[in-house]
C-alpha cells in the first residue's frame, strides 16, 4: 500500500467514525477502480426524478457517489454500483444498477430499487416509472441492549456490535439456501439534519452480500422515544430471492421470492437495455 493510499483510506476512516454521512465500505472504494460500467450507472442514476408525495418535507437528492461497488460469481451480475437517494441526509432509496450476461456478447442493463421512505414516493427516467408504497419498510424497536450512547463515536461501536446479532441466507427456486455475509463496516453512515421532522438521531445501513452484491439491508437507526432512546431496525429486499434474516438465531424477518417488474411496489428490479458495451459519453 503506497503512503497516499494509506493516508487516503486512513481520512475516509476516520470520517466515519466521526459519524459523518459518509461511504462506509472505504477499503472496497479504495481498492476497486470505477470503470466504464460505474461511470454509465452513474450518468443514468442522475436521470431519475425521485419526488415525495409530501411537499412539505425537503427534496430527495441522489448521494453525490455510488456507496459501493459489488461483482456476482454465483449468479452472473458481472459488474453492479449501489446509490442512495437520501432526504437531508437519511436515505429514502437505495438502488443497485447492474448488469448481466444476456448471451451473445451483450449484457444486459437492470436497475433495482427499494424505498426506504415512510411515505409514498414517484420515480421517473424515461420510460421506467416507479411509485413505492407507504411503509414500504416495517421498524422494530430492538429490545434488550445498551440505549443509544452519548457520542457518535461510541454509536458506531454499538451499530457494529449491534449488526453481528444478526445474519441472513437467500433460498434460491431449488429450496438451496446460500449463508450471505454481513459487511464489517457500514454501506453508509447518517446523521440526519435538524430540518428533518423525524425523531432519528443516527443511522447506518449494513448489508449482507453474496461475493460482494448487495442481497440484504439491514438499516440501524437511534431514536428519541418518549420514554427514553431506543435503538430500532428495518431490514429490505435487494433480491427477487426467498430471504430470511435471524436475530440471536431466531427468526427476524422473511420473505418469499419476489416478482420483477413491479412498478407499484416497495422493490422494483426491471431490465432497461441491452448494450454490447457502454455508450460513449
Not at 5 to 31: D, K, Q
Request: charged letters at 25%.
Amino acid at each position: 500500500m503506497s503512503p497516499e493510499h494509506a493516508r487516503r483510506l486512513l481520512l475516509c476512516c476516520l470520517m466515519v467514525v466521526a459519524g459523518s454521512a459518509t461511504v462506509g465500505n472505504c477499503a472496497e472504494r479504495e481498492t476497486k477502480a470505477e470503470s466504464v460500467w460505474h461511470k454509465y450507472f452513474r450518468k443514468q442514476a442522475a436521470e431519475y426524478r425521485i419526488v415525495s408525495t409530501d411537499e412539505k418535507l425537503p427534496p430527495v437528492k441522489l448521494a453525490k457517489d455510488p456507496v459501493m461497488f459489488w461483482t456476482q460469481p454465483v449468479r452472473g451480475g458481472e459488474d453492479g454500483a449501489v446509490f442512495l437517494w437520501t432526504r437531508a441526509g437519511r436515505p429514502v432509496v437505495i438502488a443497485t444498477f447492474f448488469i448481466w450476461p444476456a448471451g451473445k456478447g451483450v449484457q444486459a442493463v437492470a436497475h433495482e430499487f427499494h424505498s426506504l421512505a415512510e411515505e409514498p414516493l414517484d420515480a421517473r427516467r424515461n420510460k421506467q416509472h416507479w411509485t413505492p408504497p407507504a411503509g414500504a419498510v416495517k421498524y422494530q424497536t430492538l429490545t434488550g441492549v445498551e440505549a443509544p450512547a452519548a457520542t457518535a463515536e461510541r454509536r458506531l461501536l454499538q451499530l457494529k456490535q449491534l449488526s453481528r446479532t444478526f445474519d441472513a441466507k437467500s433460498i434460491d427456486a431449488q429450496m438451496k439456501d446460500t449463508e450471505l455475509r454481513l459487511l464489517p463496516r457500514p454501506v453508509y453512515r447518517y446523521e440526519p439534519e435538524a430540518v428533518t421532522p423525524s425523531d432519528v438521531f443516527d443511522g447506518a445501513i449494513f448489508g449482507f452480500v453474496q461475493g460482494t452484491d448487495l442481497e440484504v439491508v439491514l438499516m440501524l437507526e437511534a431514536v428519541h422515544t418518549p420514554a427514553g432512546d431506543v435503538w430500532r431496525c428495518a431490514t429490505a429486499r435487494m433480491s427477487d430471492l426467498a430471504l430470511v434474516v435471524r436475530r440471536g438465531g431466531k427468526p427476524f424477518w422473511e420473505v418469499g421470492k419476489s416478482e420483477v417488474d413491479k412498478p407499484a411496489g416497495a422493490y422494483y428490479c426491471t431490465t432497461v437495455e441491452e448494450l454490447a458495451k457502454p455508450p460513449a459519453e
